[in-house]
């Protein structure tokens, strides 16, 4: 048993007591609240699914699309539709 058994247990107990559709807030409160024990928040985000979330694409005609890691640049998501960023990147970003 993990030295680290104990605070994941209780991060665990206590998102399954929350609305899963704040599950992503929940859990990026409890990893700050672990921030002092990276090993342990990495292993709470492995060990928790996060819904994914769905965006529309207005340069498709409305066309829904995943916002997931594979198509995020920062804060905004590529629609492979339109291959435009939502919301669009500034020039910083652009620039890389």
């Known amino acids: 048993m993990s030295s680290s ?5 209780s991060c665990l107990d206590i998102l399954r007591r929350t609305d899963p559709r704040d599950t ?4 990026d ?3 700050t609240l672990l921030s002092n024990d990276t ?3 990495d292993e ?3 060990r928790v699914d996060v ?3 769905v965006g529309e694409d207005d340069k498709a005609d409305g066309r829904k699309f995943l916002l997931c890691e594979h198509n995020r640049e920062g804060d905004s998501h590529r629609s ?3 291959n435009e960023y939502f919301p669009p990147l500034d020039d910083a ?3 890389g």
């Open 24 to 27: 992503k807030k929940h859990l």
């Open 93 to 95: 970003n652009n620039n």
């Open 80 to 82: 492979p539709w339109s």
């Open 39 to 41: 090993d342990v928040a």
């Open 29 to 31: 409160g409890l990893a």
């Open 51 to 53: 819904p994914l979330k």
């Open 44 to 46: 709470l985000y492995q």
């Open 5 to 9: 058994s104990t605070p994941i247990k």
